[in-house]
């Protein structure tokens, strides 16, 4: 069984819902967020929720700076 929750986060005003998961058998944690129609994936091996909210925000703002 799969666990997921999700965490919202504001970058550049916009705000944006960042979805977590932990599959079984596998370590660390996947991040999916929806950024204006492209869907933005991050897994990371030994990062934790924290770690992940803030990679993910830096990924967003680097996205909206290309648009």
């Known amino acids: ?14 705000t944006y819902e960042v979805r977590f998961f932990r599959r079984p058998f596998r370590e660390g944690l996947e991040v999916v967020v929806d950024v204006r129609g492209t869907e933005l994936r991050l897994s990371e091996l030994g990062l934790g929720e924290r770690a992940l909210l803030e990679l993910a925000s830096a990924r967003i703002r680097d996205i909206l700076q290309r648009a």
């Open 1 to 14: 069984m799969e666990e997921s929750w999700s965490r919202t986060v504001t970058v550049e005003g916009e």
